[in-house]
């Protein structure tokens, strides 16, 4: 592959990350599913599961008002062929009520994107989401919030106050994600050396 064919390849990759952002959180649900290839899977602190399982979970999530939104910040991708592996610096900000006071939950971390083209359409095979860190404040900032520390520490570092928040209005939240640091984090990368050289999806491991 030249060199230029090597850059449209990854600016399609990463216009394909942009818009998962941009048409999951204004609803766009049919162009959203277009992101996603037919076997595509999320692995999500809420939700792990096939794309299209979450995607009606979002669907619902959003029909009952729940609030999460995403920001993305830089972008890296390496193409190996038909095959890419895509970092996006990200933020996902979640609003809701914990233990009756309005907050914003604020996590920080990156997009890890198993990605390939098939039939000429790049689309994402696997997405796991690696959790930096992450802070709560009160929407009035006048309010005070006590928080339960014992339930705060049974969750990682990166994403504990989403994890509370999460856990506060309902969900089922997985406590083993990938953080910034650690063996988590070592067999992700792992898994996508392995992808780029052509093997089985060997996540999650």
């Known amino acids: 592959m030249t060199h230029d064919a090597e850059m449209i390849q990854r600016q399609r990759v990463a216009e394909l990350v942009q818009n998962w952002a941009v048409w999951r959180d204004a609803g766009d649900w ?3 599913r277009s ?4 076997d595509g899977f999320m692995m999500a602190t809420w939700c792990q599961a096939p794309a299209s399982d979450f995607i009606k979970a979002s669907q619902a999530g959003w029909a009952k008002g729940v609030s999460i939104l995403h ?15 895509a970092q996006t610096k990200m933020t996902i900000s979640q609003r809701a009520e914990v233990h009756g ?22 689309g994402i095979v696997m997405r796991q989401p690696i959790y930096e860190k992450d802070r709560m404040d009160p929407v009035d900032p006048a309010a005070r919030l006590d928080l339960d520390r014992d339930l705060l520490a049974r969750f990682p570092e990166g994403y ?18 990938p953080g910034l640091k650690g ?20 996540w999650p491991a």
């Open 160 to 177: 504990r106050h989403l994890a509370y928040l999460q856990t506060g209005i309902g969900y089922e939240v997985k406590r083993d994600m």
């Open 101 to 122: 006071v309005l907050v914003d939950v604020v996590c920080t971390g990156r997009f890890y994107d198993f990605c390939e083209e098939r039939a000429g359409r790049w």
């Open 71 to 85: 920001f993305l910040g830089g972008i890296s991708v390496d193409v190996a062929g038909t095959r890419a592996i």
């Open 30 to 32: 049919e162009r959203f």
């Open 183 to 202: 063996e988590r984090v070592e067999a992700l990368y792992r898994a996508g050396a392995a992808w780029l050289r052509g093997e089985t999806l060997a």
């Open 35 to 38: 992101c996603w290839h037919e």
